[in-house]
């Protein structure tokens, strides 16, 4: 598409006039902020952007960005996000949401992302709990962890391993960031965009309000120790060992992206004479 | 203005195929419908199976005539029986006539009980299969029948090379083979049909087809969808085209992906369609309501099917009328249309795509089983000539995506091809696209989008009328093939009838129907489905007086034009 590359905007260029819902101290703002990083460091033109999300807090995130928005409806965002990277392959399409948002009501599609394998990049602001609705437990959520009226003695139920999951589905990159570390988030989104297909970000994003004992995530973070591993054995073994704080590209592959060619070889009146007696 | 109605009906003749699996009762049947289109006539073929998921009993039930046809008729006037396994599953779906005869090889058993006062007709196909090389007997009976019809045999060979060309020349060859030798046996022949003109310009094809090309036609270049009978065919067939149009079909995780992709390919400035039955339509309705919402264009065509849940999977009924009125949660504006007959399915599809871009939002459009599977020899289906297009062009920054206008309908930027960005939302929000929960917003954005989709000029195409007589068969999508013929009827026997076919159901052009009712005396509703669904939503919308009756019948078996002037009739 013909637009003109933007003389380097500023990250803050990238943001637009609408003021977040969020809590003070949630940890979507400081996604917010990486993306914009990531973005300015990127020179992406803000025309050629299209941020997709469902429905929670995270998935408010696309209308605070001065770029092309779609805030569907709950879990649904992977599925736009694939109808518009087909039918637009020229964009550059990013899907967001929450661990509610896309490993319970949208896990069906998390699978069938992971292994279609497009050109896009999902990021996941989990904070093991559903913000929007006033703090239930998602599927992210420890099985012992009883504030929920819903679940007075916890859920009883073991936890959603996200990047296992994702690498078992057939994922072809892996990453997890933390919105207490903003440099090293933005980076990581800047590998995730740059990746060739579908690049899934685990961001650790502590809810304030319904989990505020996540403030203790600054120190039980640490790096990703093992360093990226390019074998899916070996990222199997990293990602099982995994204590769910480990920061950093867990795996990176170059797999086959799915995207057709959308050229035009033949007219339809030439399929209509076919219809003839 | 109300064309004249056709006078008299039309001469044709209905023919069933049956045999078990493997027999070769629908190929025979595709053959035959070939053929009777290279000899001049136009045709309908439906299908019935069992319930195996592959193999088993089938029938091709075939009407021809002289003119165009739209329904199957009241009873077969030939039986060709492949064989006799499993026969009692197809008998209420084949009434024969009294004199209609039954044509069968002896050595392939006994003639049911069921058929004992039939007149016979026994052929040896068996025994001249055998003495050719790959002979097959459904070949051979089409042979005789074709024969019996007094079709060329040339326009049977011509069928062979339509329906199995594509398998290589020896099975060709073979084939022709066993036509001859069924043919050569015969004296002709049995019918005495008016002649046909024949027209090389006629088409065949599928309603399943006909609603992809008019789709097609429409614009569309994005599809995703999940398979599920009887729609697959329309992506069968959409899938290789798309390709070659320089568009793309997506085969979706399930509906909940299928309806959220379009949004997306729409979203990217690409018409989009899915298409699915019933189930698919109740998971898809959260998705329909963005459209709304959002204002993002698609069209969902749901291939009707006998429902409720699994329901018969593979018979028609049109069930699913008030699902697709009124399934949206919210006050949810949207369109649903339902195509008349196969060539209608073109018009209807292109026309919904223009009016879902037109006025973006989300079109629902009911096909159903008896239109998308049976096949037609019919005139070329016409385009529909309305220039209908998205509005895309938008000056402001920052946009005002939700702007309101007087028409309702709001500039829609393309990412990428616009500097005016926006966020489309499904919350409900303001001009600008910002969430809002204020109820003046709310209000304006209702009041803006029930405007652009009340407020616009339709025009003719809202329904099809024939006729101005004081009795009146007021119908909607497939039954109004029966419809018609029906009415036909009942005019050539001295009684002056009216028909309202509606292909626009939401919004109910309810000042166009009142006008279209003047006069009318007596009224009938008509539908397959249980409940009178089309009825209960006309009353609803106080079109109807309150002496008009319902005749309203479930699936799975078709409407028949005769059930219908005796249903009338009884009542006058
Ligand atoms: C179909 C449907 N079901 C339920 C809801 C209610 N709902 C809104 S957001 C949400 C959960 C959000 O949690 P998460 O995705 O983790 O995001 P967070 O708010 O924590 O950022 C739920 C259950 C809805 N909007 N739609
Ligand atoms: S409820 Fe939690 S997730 Fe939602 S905005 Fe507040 S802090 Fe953030």
Same mark, same amino acid.
């Given at each position: 598409?013909?637009?003109?590359?933007?003389?380097?905007?500023?990250?803050?260029?990238? +943001?637009?006039?609408?003021?977040?819902?969020?809590?003070?101290?949630?940890?979507?703002?400081?996604?917010?902020?990486?993306?914009?990083?990531?973005?300015?460091?990127?020179?992406?033109?803000?025309?050629?952007?299209?941020?997709?999300?469902?429905?929670?807090?995270?998935?408010?995130?696309?209308?605070?960005?001065?770029?092309? $928005?779609?805030?569907?409806?709950?879990?649904?965002?992977?599925?736009?996000?694939?109808?518009?990277?087909?039918?637009?392959?020229?964009?550059?399409?990013?899907?967001?949401?929450? &661990?509610?948002?896309?490993?319970?009501?949208? #896990?069906?599609?998390?699978?069938?992302?992971?292994?279609?394998?497009?050109?896009?990049?999902?990021?996941?602001?989990?904070?093991?709990?559903? $913000?929007?609705?006033?703090?239930?437990?998602?599927?992210?959520?420890?099985?012992?962890?009883?504030?929920?009226?819903?679940?007075?003695?916890?859920?009883?139920?073991?936890?959603?391993?996200?990047?296992?999951?994702?690498?078992?589905?057939?994922?072809?990159?892996?990453?997890?960031?933390?919105?207490?570390?903003?440099?090293?988030?933005?980076?990581?989104?800047?590998?995730?965009?740059?990746?060739?297909?579908?690049?899934?970000?685990?961001?650790?994003?502590?809810?304030?309000?319904?989990?505020?004992?996540?403030?203790?995530? +600054?120190?039980?973070?640490?790096?990703?120790?093992?360093?990226?591993?390019?074998?899916?054995?070996?990222?199997?073994?990293?990602?099982?060992?995994?204590?769910?704080?480990?920061? #950093?590209?867990?795996?990176?592959?170059?797999?086959?992206?799915?995207?057709?060619?959308?050229?035009?070889?033949?007219?339809?009146?030439?399929?209509?004479?076919?219809?003839?007696? | 203005?109300?064309?004249?109605?056709?006078?008299?009906?039309?001469?044709?003749?209905?023919?069933?195929?049956?045999?078990?699996?493997?027999? #070769?009762?629908?190929?025979?049947?595709?053959?035959?419908?070939?053929?009777?289109?290279?000899?001049?006539?136009?045709?309908?073929?439906?299908?019935?199976?069992?319930?195996?998921?592959?193999?088993?009993?089938?029938?091709?039930?075939?009407?021809?005539?002289?003119?165009?046809?739209?329904?199957?008729?009241?009873?077969?006037?030939?039986?060709?029986?492949?064989?006799?396994?499993?026969?009692?599953?197809?008998?209420?779906?084949?009434?024969?006539?009294?004199?209609?005869?039954?044509?069968?090889?002896?050595?392939?058993?006994?003639?049911?009980?069921?058929?004992?006062?039939?007149?016979?007709?026994?052929?040896?196909?068996?025994?001249?299969?055998?003495?050719?090389?790959?002979?097959?007997?459904?070949?051979?009976?089409?042979?005789?029948?074709?024969?019996?019809?007094?079709?060329?045999?040339?326009?049977?060979?011509?069928?062979?090379? +339509?329906?199995?060309?594509?398998?290589?020349?020896?099975?060709?060859?073979?084939?022709?083979?066993?036509?001859?030798?069924?043919?050569?046996?015969?004296?002709?022949?049995?019918?005495?049909?008016?002649?046909?003109?024949?027209?090389?310009?006629?088409?065949?094809?599928?309603?399943?087809?006909?609603?992809?090309?008019?789709?097609?036609?429409?614009?569309?270049?994005?599809?995703?969808?999940?398979?599920?009978?009887?729609?697959?065919?329309?992506?069968?067939?959409?899938?290789? +085209?798309?390709?070659?149009?320089?568009?793309?079909?997506?085969?979706?995780?399930?509906?909940?992906?299928?309806?959220?992709?379009?949004?997306?390919?729409?979203?990217?400035?690409?018409?989009?369609?899915?298409?699915?039955?019933?189930?698919?339509?109740?998971?898809?309705?959260?998705?329909?309501?963005?459209?709304?919402?959002?204002?993002?264009?698609?069209?969902?065509?749901?291939?009707?099917?006998?429902?409720?849940?699994? #329901?018969?999977?593979?018979?028609?009924?049109?069930?699913?009328?008030?699902?697709?009125?009124?399934?949206?949660?919210?006050?949810?504006?949207?369109?649903?249309?339902?195509?008349?007959?196969?060539?209608?399915?073109?018009?209807?599809?292109?026309?919904?795509?223009?009016?879902?871009?037109?006025?973006?939002?989300?079109?629902?459009?009911?096909?159903?089983?008896?239109?998308?599977?049976?096949?037609?020899?019919?005139?070329?289906?016409?385009?529909?000539?309305?220039?209908?297009?998205?509005?895309?062009?938008?000056?402001?920054?920052?946009?005002?995506?939700?702007?309101?206008? &007087?028409?309702?309908?709001?500039?829609?930027?393309?990412?990428?091809?616009?500097?005016?960005?926006?966020?489309?939302?499904?919350?409900?929000? &303001?001009?600008?696209?910002?969430?809002?929960?204020?109820?003046?917003?709310?209000?304006?954005?209702?009041?803006?989008?029930?405007?652009?989709?009340?407020?616009?000029?339709?025009?003719?195409?809202?329904?099809?009328?024939?006729?101005?007589?004081?009795?009146?068969?007021?119908?909607?999508?497939?039954?109004?093939?029966?419809?018609?013929?029906?009415?036909?009827?009942?005019?050539?026997?001295?009684?002056?009838?009216?028909?309202?076919?509606?292909?626009?159901?939401?919004?109910?052009?309810?000042?166009?129907?009142?006008?279209?009712?003047?006069?009318?005396?007596?009224?009938?509703?008509?539908?397959?489905?249980?409940?009178?669904?089309?009825?209960?939503?006309?009353?609803?919308?106080?079109?109807?007086?309150?002496?008009?009756?319902?005749?309203?019948?479930?699936?799975?078996?078709?409407?028949?034009? $005769?059930?219908?002037?005796?249903?009338?009739?009884?009542?006058?």
């Amino acid at each position: 598409m013909a637009t003109i590359p933007t003389p380097s905007l500023r990250a803050k260029d990238y +943001k637009s006039q609408i003021p977040p819902v969020w809590c003070p101290g949630c940890g979507h703002f400081a996604v917010l902020s990486a993306l914009t990083k990531a973005f300015a460091y990127l020179k992406l033109p803000k025309d050629q952007l299209a941020l997709v999300s469902g429905i929670g807090c995270s998935s408010r995130l696309p209308a605070y960005l001065d770029t092309y $928005g779609f805030h569907g409806v709950h879990g649904r965002a992977l599925a736009v996000a694939a109808g518009l990277k087909t039918a637009r392959p020229d964009l550059i399409v990013i899907a967001v949401g929450g &661990d509610g948002d896309g490993f319970s009501i949208g #896990g069906n599609h998390f699978l069938h992302a992971c292994r279609r394998n497009m050109d896009f990049t999902y990021i996941v602001m989990d904070n093991e709990v559903y $913000g929007m609705t006033k703090g239930q437990a998602s599927p992210t959520t420890q099985p012992d962890w009883t504030r929920s009226k819903l679940t007075p003695h916890g859920t009883g139920v073991r936890r959603f391993q996200p990047p296992a999951i994702a690498l078992a589905a057939g994922a072809s990159f892996i990453a997890r960031g933390f919105s207490g570390d903003p440099t090293g988030l933005s980076k990581l989104f800047v590998e995730a965009i740059q990746h060739p297909g579908f690049a899934f970000v685990h961001v650790l994003s502590p809810c304030q309000t319904f989990r505020p004992e996540q403030r203790a995530w +600054k120190q039980q973070v640490h790096p990703c120790s093992l360093g990226t591993a390019e074998d899916p054995a070996r990222a199997a073994e990293l990602i099982h060992r995994d204590d769910g704080m480990a920061l #950093g590209v867990l795996y990176a592959q170059q797999l086959p992206v799915w995207q057709p060619k959308l050229t035009q070889r033949t007219s339809l009146a030439t399929i209509e004479e076919a219809f003839r007696l | 203005m109300p064309q004249e109605l056709p006078r008299g009906s039309a001469a044709s003749l209905s023919i069933a195929i049956t045999g078990s699996g493997g027999s #070769g009762a629908v190929t025979a049947g595709s053959i035959l419908l070939a053929a009777l289109g290279k000899a001049g006539f136009y045709g309908l073929m439906t299908r019935s199976a069992g319930p195996q998921i592959r193999g088993g009993e089938s029938a091709a039930m075939v009407r021809f005539s002289p003119e165009p046809l739209y329904c199957m008729g009241d009873q077969f006037d030939l039986l060709i029986a492949l064989d006799w396994r499993n026969f009692h599953r197809f008998l209420q779906e084949i009434p024969l006539g009294t004199a209609s005869p039954v044509l069968y090889d002896p050595a392939l058993g006994e003639v049911p009980e069921e058929l004992r006062l039939q007149p016979r007709l026994e052929r040896p196909w068996k025994r001249r299969a055998a003495a050719i090389a790959g002979g097959r007997l459904n070949l051979v009976a089409l042979g005789t029948a074709g024969a019996l019809l007094g079709l060329p045999c040339e326009a049977l060979e011509t069928g062979v090379q +339509k329906v199995l060309g594509h398998k290589g020349e020896a099975v060709v060859d073979s084939a022709v083979a066993c036509i001859r030798a069924g043919f050569s046996a015969e004296n002709p022949n049995l019918a005495r049909l008016p002649k046909p003109r024949p027209d090389p310009n006629r088409w065949l094809l599928s309603g399943n087809e006909a609603a992809a090309l008019g789709s097609l036609r429409g614009g569309v270049r994005f599809v995703a969808a999940y398979p599920i009978t009887p729609a697959t065919e329309m992506l069968e067939w959409l899938a290789p +085209k798309l390709e070659q149009l320089g568009g793309a079909l997506l085969q979706a995780e399930d509906e909940l992906a299928s309806i959220n992709m379009i949004l997306g390919g729409s979203f990217g400035g690409m018409p989009s369609l899915t298409a699915t039955s019933g189930p698919g339509l109740s998971l898809m309705m959260e998705g329909i309501g963005l459209a709304v919402a959002s204002e993002t264009p698609v069209l969902v065509a749901d291939v009707m099917r006998v429902g409720p849940s699994t #329901g018969i999977p593979t018979k028609s009924e049109q069930s699913d009328l008030h699902i697709a009125l009124y399934g949206l949660h919210g006050d949810a504006p949207h369109l649903v249309l339902a195509p008349l007959d196969i060539g209608d399915c073109a018009f209807t599809f292109q026309w919904a795509v223009g009016l879902a871009e037109q006025l973006q939002t989300a079109a629902i459009v009911l096909s159903d089983q008896f239109l998308g599977q049976s096949r037609a020899i019919l005139d070329p289906p016409p385009r529909c000539e309305t220039p209908l297009t998205r509005l895309k062009q938008a000056r402001e920054r920052p946009c005002r995506r939700y702007l309101y206008t &007087d028409t309702g309908v709001s500039p829609m930027p393309i990412p990428g091809e616009s500097p005016c960005r926006y966020t489309a939302d499904g919350l409900e929000h &303001d001009e600008r696209g910002v969430p809002s929960s204020l109820a003046e917003d709310h209000l304006a954005q209702l009041q803006k989008r029930r405007r652009k989709i009340e407020g616009f000029a339709y025009g003719e195409a809202w329904a099809e009328i024939q006729g101005a007589g004081p009795l009146c068969l007021i119908s909607w999508g497939s039954s109004a093939g029966a419809v018609r013929e029906a009415a036909q009827r009942l005019q050539a026997a001295g009684q002056p009838t009216r028909v309202i076919l509606l292909r626009l159901l939401a919004p109910l052009r309810r000042e166009s129907l009142k006008a279209a009712l003047a006069g009318a005396e007596q009224l009938f509703v008509i539908e397959q489905n249980q409940t009178g669904q089309l009825f209960h939503y006309l009353h609803g919308a106080q079109v109807l007086p309150p002496h008009a009756r319902s005749f309203a019948r479930p699936g799975p078996l078709p409407l028949r034009p $005769g059930e219908i002037v005796r249903a009338v009739r009884s009542e006058i």
